[in-house]
């Protein structure tokens, strides 16, 4: 092997060394400066890719412009595969987010919008920017994230918003037993340290499993079977490791069908108002 | 990834899972090895041989100090802080010094410490309970491997074998190598050419570790984690295991922890030190730098001793039961 090694330029290695890091170079520039940065990494870590990736590009640069002579081994072609293999994976994972993702300016598909259970349903403005307090039917919300709520609640803060607006996520998992679930993905670095965080829900048996929605409510305390419910409800191989709020439940007053926010992850966390309403 | 945000993988093949999560690992670890391997270039070409010698002459409670503190000047995560330690051992750090930096590093660095006490409130108990439980390792294993020298430490098998004295660390012929003194620019051309070559040489085990962590993130399921955090005897190994299969930033960590709030919190720290010291980047790295018994201690030791004290703690009942 090494005799084959050998035959090639003694500059080459290098050269390919070079080229690769190139490559991973302009795929992290290119990804920081995509819309899709998002689907791995916090947006706020963008400015950080980008310029890792011109370094990894200088470097780059540097080897295939001005090489040294090296000899060939197994380890090196170790590497090369191992980065090589990594850039095939990344295109693929690139690839996939974009197959899946809304073109750019695209609202989603329009909600529909309901109220509580059995009321009828109207379309649903797209999602916008809007104030921090919102009112439904002379009561006054505070609109903050679902991840701000649950941070509120774990760090045992008492002043949390008796009424609070949020956008979540409704699933009815198997191992509730039909039970509503709201919850949003929070990410602080990278998808392998994001949570998914929830809580359980009722007043919201008129929205269907999957859909987007946007809760006007309350909180009241899990009884011994919904604290029970809430430590199954992580169960099954999924993205995000979920953590169910295990006290709490969120007692939906007012609900409407939204469409899905873009991104749908939560990147930013505020201890008080005004919260970081996404 | 457009995943589904619910996060279920009912309509999401599991190898787009993988396939997201191994690059955002990567992703967010590529900045940071770069800035080891850039840090341990610039050690190569601009520091003499002799610049380390005074470290060396310290008696060893002073090297390990030394070694335990520089995190606080040179802050770095786990994802860089390999290539930066062979670098320093390479240049006669003594490894009384070398050993401790590399494993305290990356917790006990102002990044780190700072993450760990917003994610937990302000409560300094658990930064200053995190920093112990990864001094003492750090600091022992210092004190174990402080009679060896580099070559005692490192593998030979490396490239590193063929390296020519400044560390160069990739198979080069000894003649490219001799630098031109005094010549800033063929300097900087030299240290652009050895952090490409450092993060091509360790960015493999980022890959290898990273793909290793997101079967993990996809196989495991997470049904598990409820039954376990309600006994210590089961929490503390469950977060030891979680630390190294999970394979989190030391930078992030402590956010994720702190939302496993089911766990006692000796288990937290268990996931909290040892992360940090051991995890699936840093096995394979461990196993290719480090001579092979070298590295058992490396990988043994830290998880080992963080799991005694942390069942310590929870047993004596120094740090309570669950949050």
Known sequence: MNARFRSVPPSFQDRVEGAILLCLGGLMAALANSRLYWNFLNPRFSPLTLGAGVALCVCGLALILRPEPGRGTISRLLRQAALLGFLCLAATAWDQAASLAPPAGFSGPSGVSGTQTGQPVEAAPPLKPEGPRVTKGGVEYLRLNLAELYIMLDKGRTDY?????????????????????????????????????????????????????????????????????????????????????????????????????????????????????? | MAVKPCGSVVDQASFQIFAAIATSIVLEAAPFLLLGSLLSSIIAVFAGDGAFARVAKKPLPVQIVIGLAAGLVLPTCECGIVPVARRLLKKGVPPGAAVPFMLAAPVVNPVSLAATWVAFQGDWSMVAWRVLLVVLPAASLGWVLAAGKDSDLLRPTLDMAHDCGDGCGCGHDHAPHRRLPGRLPNRLLDVLR???????????????????????????????????????????????????????????????????????????LAFLALGPMLDLKLLPAFLTVFRRPVAWVLILVPALMVYVLCMSLGLSGVMGGPR
């Open chain 1, 161 to 278: 918003p008796a009424r609070f607006a949020l956008r979540a996520h409704l699933t009815r998992p198997a191992a509730l037993g039909g039970q509503a679930l709201l919850s949003r993905i929070a990410v602080v670095c990278c998808l392998a340290d994001s949570l998914d965080l929830g809580f359980l829900a009722r007043g919201l048996d008129g929205v269907q499993d999957g859909q987007w929605v946007e809760v006007y409510g309350r909180l009241e305390p899990l009884d011994a079977a919904g604290k029970k419910a809430a430590k199954t409800a992580g169960a099954g191989r999924e993205l995000s490791l979920r953590v169910v709020n295990p006290s709490q439940r969120i007692v939906a007053e007012h609900a409407e069908v939204i469409p899905a926010p873009d991104p749908p992850f939560l990147f930013e966390f505020r201890e008080k108002e005004p919260f970081a309403w996404q």
């Open chain 2, 194 to 268: 050895l952090t490409g070559r450092e993060f091509m040489d360790m960015g493999r085990f980022l890959v290898i570790g990273s793909c290793a962590a997101a079967l993990c993130k996809v196989l495991l399921p997470q049904a598990w984690l409820a039954p376990l955090s309600a006994n210590l005897w089961l929490a503390v190994p469950a977060m030891l295991l979680l630390a190294v299969l999970m394979s989190i930033c030391s930078e992030a960590d402590a956010f994720v922890a702190a939302s496993l709030s089911m766990f006692p919190r000796p288990a937290l």
